[in-house]
C-alpha cells in the first residue's frame, strides 16, 4: 500500500491551534490532502462562508485539495473518511456536510463547480466513496457546517484512499536462487519518476519496472509523487522455500499441536509429501497435503515417538524447487 512520511494526528487541539494556527484550507488557499496520511483538519474563523451547493448551505465551509494517480489501467475510485469530529456548540453537536468537486477556477463558486459522487452529511463520522475521478485530475474536498469556529473549537481527521488516488509496488514474488522477477509501480506520476530502494540487485532503481535478481530475501520501497503529496509503496521477495516446516509436534490428543501443519503448503495443491522412519520405509505420503499428518502410519495405527525423515515436493512449474527433505520428531 501506499505511505507517506508526515502524518498529524487530532490530539491536544486547543493547545495546536494555539501553537500552529493554519493559514491554509480556504477557497483560495485550499489545505493539502495527501492519500493514507490522516489530517487534522480544523474549521477556521477566517473560513469562507455561506456556500449553497448540494447538500452544503454553510457559514462555514473548511476546503481540501488533492490530485487523483496516473494509472489509467485501474478505475478512478476513492474514499473519504472524516472521523474523531469534534464540532459541538450551545445547541449540540453540528451537521457537518462534504461532497468532493471538480473546478477549473474558484472550488466555492457554485457555478465553476461539478460534484463529483455524492454529498454527504451528518453529526459523527462521515464516508464520501466514488469511483467518477478523472486521472491525474485535482479535486477539492469541501466540508461545511454552520458551526462558528470562533465561539467553540471544530475539529476533525480526514483521510484519503483508494485505487484512483494511491500508488502501489507489484508484486511480491518467491524466487528460487539466481532467477529474477519484474517489480513494477502501479499508480502515481510517472513525470516525477520513482526510485527503489535499497538498490541491492536491481537492473535499475530508477525505472518503473526494475529486474530483480536477489540472493537474498529483501523488501523494496518504491517512492514517487502524486501531486504535491510524496508517496511509497512496498514489496517483498523472498529467496529459497515459501514453506515453513515444523520438527516436531505431539499428537496425543490434547488438541494442541495434534497435526504436522505445514505453513505455506495450502499454496501448492500439486504438493507430495512423504514421511519415512529410520529403516527408509514409507509410513505417511499425501498429494496435496489438504489434511495435515496426525502422526498415524500407513496402517492408521500411532507411529512410536521417535524421530521421521521427510521429502516435500512442491510440484510447481513456475516455482522450479528442489525436494525439500529434513526431519521429524513425533513427541507423545
Not at 464520501?128 to 473549537?153: C, K, R, V
Not at 516436531?248 to 509429501?273: E, H, L, Q, R
Not at 516435500?312 to 513456475?318: P, Q, R, Y
Request: proline content about 8%; charged content about 15%; glycine content about 8%.
Amino acid at each position: 500500500m501506499c505511505r507517506i512520511t508526515t502524518r498529524l494526528f487530532l490530539g491536544a487541539s486547543a493547545l495546536w491551534m494555539a501553537s500552529m494556527p493554519l493559514s491554509a484550507q480556504t477557497c483560495s488557499d485550499p489545505q493539502l490532502l495527501c492519500p493514507e496520511a490522516p489530517q487534522s483538519v480544523f474549521v477556521l474563523p477566517d473560513a469562507d462562508a455561506f456556500l449553497n451547493f448540494e447538500c452544503i448551505d454553510a457559514t462555514h465551509v473548511a476546503v481540501m485539495r488533492f490530485r487523483s494517480d496516473h494509472d489509467f489501467a485501474n478505475p478512478g475510485s476513492a474514499r473519504i473518511r472524516i472521523s474523531q469530529v469534534s464540532c459541538e456548540g450551545a445547541a449540540g453537536p453540528d451537521t457537518l456536510s462534504a461532497v468532493v468537486v471538480s473546478a477549473t477556477g474558484d472550488p466555492c463558486d457554485p457555478a465553476a463547480i461539478t460534484a463529483m459522487g455524492p454529498c454527504i452529511s451528518g453529526t459523527d463520522d462521515l464516508v464520501w466513496e466514488s469511483s467518477m475521478l478523472d486521472h491525474n485530475s485535482e479535486y477539492f474536498l469541501l466540508i461545511g457546517t454552520q458551526h462558528d469556529p470562533a465561539d467553540t473549537l471544530c475539529a476533525m481527521v480526514v483521510e484519503l484512499e483508494g485505487d484512483g488516488v494511491t500508488m502501489d509496488a507489484c508484486c511480491n514474488h518467491t524466487l528460487i536462487p539466481g532467477s529474477s522477477a519484474d517489480l513494477t509501480v502501479v499508480g502515481g506520476d510517472p513525470a516525477f519518476g520513482y526510485v527503489w530502494s535499497p538498490d541491492f540487485y536491481l537492473s535499475d532503481p530508477d525505472a518503473a519496472t526494475t529486474t530483480v535478481t536477489p540472493a537474498e530475501t529483501i523488501t523494496y520501497q518504491v517512492d514517487g509523487q502524486i501531486g504535491d503529496c510524496q508517496v511509497s509503496s512496498s514489496v517483498t521477495v523472498t529467496v529459497g522455500s515459501p514453506i515453513s516446516v515444523p520438527n516436531s509436534f505431539t499428537p496425543n490428543g490434547d488438541n494442541v499441536n495434534d497435526f504436522w501443519g505445514i505453513d505455506g503448503i495450502a499454496a501448492f495443491p500439486g504438493a507430495k509429501v512423504e514421511v519415512f522412519n529410520r529403516w527408509g520405509q514409507l509410513v505417511h505420503r499425501s498429494l496435496g497435503y489438504a489434511q495435515p499428518w496426525d502422526g498415524t502410519g500407513r496402517s492408521g495405527n500411532p507411529l512410536t515417538p521417535g524421530t521421521y525423515y521427510y521429502v516435500i515436493e512442491l510440484n510447481d512449474a513456475d516455482l522450479p524447487l528442489p525436494p525439500e527433505t529434513g526431519h521429524v520428531a513425533i513427541i507423545r
